[in-house]
Nanobody, 124 residues
């Protein structure tokens, strides 16, 4: 009965900011990640965070612009996105591993549970 529900997507101009949220239920103390997929492209790992929140991992394309965090009391994971670019346009998915820890971003095959996604559109 695991549920991951994303929210916070929308449309903004290049250079703007968005904050995505992932409300989790039925899963706790797991490594969590954010992935994205643009039309006609493969799913791409964006960021991940360890169960304790001390370890964070990012793709090269978003380092310095995106920040992943988690609120254990709310069992919620966030992705703060700044200096957005048109190439950031995609469906963004929240995902959870079956393991309690992680030391790298990993691929989509490392994650067991997935949300339905939230759309992010960045205009030039």
């Amino acid at each position: 009965q695991v549920q991951l529900v994303e929210s916070g997507g929308g449309s903004v101009q290049a250079g703007g900011s968005l904050r995505l949220s992932c409300a989790a239920s039925g899963v706790m103390n797991k490594c969590m990640g954010w992935f994205r997929q643009a039309p006609g492209k493969e799913r791409e790992g964006v960021a991940a965070i360890s169960s304790g929140g001390s370890g964070t991992y990012y793709s090269d394309s978003v380092k310095g612009r995106f920040t992943i965090s988690r609120d254990t009391a709310k069992n919620t994971v966030y992705l703060r996105m700044s200096s957005l670019k048109p190439e950031d346009t995609a469906m963004y998915y929240c995902a959870a591993r079956a393991t309690f820890g992680c030391n790298r971003l990993g691929t989509e095959y490392d994650y067991t549970y997935w949300g339905q996604g939230t759309t992010v559109t960045i205009s030039p």
